[in-house]
């Protein structure tokens, strides 16, 4: 039998990504942790990009920016987050150069992204999980 989690927004800027300069990165998952980690795959929604960048969209009018740090893939991996939608209204918080940051960041850790990518044949394409022997 497999099991999958589904997790929400995950919004791991702000106090959050502050936070992972001095907290064990499973920590924000609290009493779920034993449960996610025993599934054979989680996946959320990653409501803000994992960029350095400072560069804010100008497009249009935007109220609330949204980035979080380079180390919050250690979040994802603590919480056994093995893929994330990027399709959300904060994704380009902090325009291309941020999407392709998140996306760099989570080709590094093993997580699949979906929804975005570097073009629109990578964003629209699907993706396999593969989760066997997780």
Do not use: K
């Given at each position: 039998m497999t099991t999958l989690a589904f997790l929400g927004d995950l919004m791991l800027g702000g106090d959050v990504g502050a936070a992972l300069e001095e907290q064990d990165p499973?920590?924000?998952?609290?009493?779920?942790?034993?449960?996610?980690?025993?599934?054979?795959?989680?996946?959320?929604?990653?409501?803000?990009?994992?960029?350095?960048?400072?560069?804010?969209w100008r497009r249009t009018f935007k109220f609330y920016h949204f980035k979080a740090p380079p180390n919050a893939v250690k979040l994802l991996r603590a919480g056994n987050v093995r893929a994330v939608c990027l399709a959300n209204n904060h994704m380009l918080d902090y325009?291309?150069?941020?999407?392709?940051?998140?996306?760099?960041?989570?080709?590094?850790?093993?997580?699949?992204?979906?929804?975005?990518?570097?073009?629109?044949a990578e964003a629209s394409a699907g993706r396999i999980l593969n989760i066997a022997g997780a």
């Open positions: 499973s920590w924000l998952f609290g009493d779920c942790l034993d449960h996610l980690r025993r599934a054979d795959a989680v996946i959320a929604n990653l409501e803000s990009p994992i960029t350095t960048s400072a560069t804010r325009g291309e150069r941020g999407l392709m940051d998140t996306l760099t960041a989570l080709q590094g850790a093993a997580i699949t992204g979906v929804g975005a990518g570097r073009d629109l």
